[in-house]
């Protein structure tokens, strides 16, 4: 057993061999041991949700532009291949028309999503937005419309016709830069 005699009954005065302590009191909390921190949960705090909220915007401010250079590069690809025994011919949306129209949807798309996420402005950022709604549209409609014209075509067994993809990298370049560009929107300051 240790040498220490037994703790004073309360209401009693110390008589020796104990610390005396001081009576709880209601309503009050116990002072922190010193150089005590608070911890935040998950590591975290507002600190940290600014920092995450900064990144999580660049990274989808960074994917919008990139699916606006996608709808422009898109305009130059092929839009159709031929494929025969003596060789693939291949048209691209320049040459069709169309990919005119997809090349400025995505040059606009490209200039006010950049402008718009620099400048933190939202009516520059929904002007980007319907940019990448034109040229997705056109986009669809030729994939649509030159799939209908390929499969209607008879080249007579002697020839293979498919729907290029370069329509297929405007399509999902509007589509990522649409999507994109309206979820960073709402991490926007207003």
């Not at 009050?28 to 998950?42: D, E, F, I, M």
């Not at 209908?148 to 075509?153: D, N, R, T, W, Y």
């Amino acid at each position: 057993m240790s040498s220490l005699p037994p703790p004073p009954p309360p209401n009693v005065p110390n008589q020796g061999g104990w610390p005396q302590q001081p009576p709880p009191s209601w309503g009050t909390q116990p002072a922190p041991p010193p150089g005590w921190q608070p911890q935040q949960p998950w590591g975290g705090g507002t600190a940290a949700v600014q920092r995450s909220d900064a990144t999580s915007t660049l990274l989808l401010g960074g994917l919008s532009i990139l699916g606006a250079v996608m709808l422009l590069v898109g305009s130059f690809m092929s839009w159709a291949t031929v494929r025969s025994l003596f060789g693939e011919l291949s048209v691209s949306g320049f040459d069709g028309g169309d990919g005119k129209l997809t090349a400025a949807a995505g040059a606009g798309a490209i200039l006010f999503l950049g402008v718009g996420l620099a400048q933190k402005n939202k009516a520059l950022l929904v002007l980007g937005c319907l940019c990448c709604v034109g040229g997705g549209l056109v986009a669809i409609y030729d994939i649509v419309n030159v799939t209908k014209e390929l499969s209607e075509a008879d080249l007579g067994g002697v020839a293979q016709a498919n729907v290029g993809v370069g329509l297929y990298i405007c399509a999902l370049g509007a589509v990522l830069g649409f999507v994109t560009a309206i979820v960073s929107m709402s991490g926007l300051k207003k």
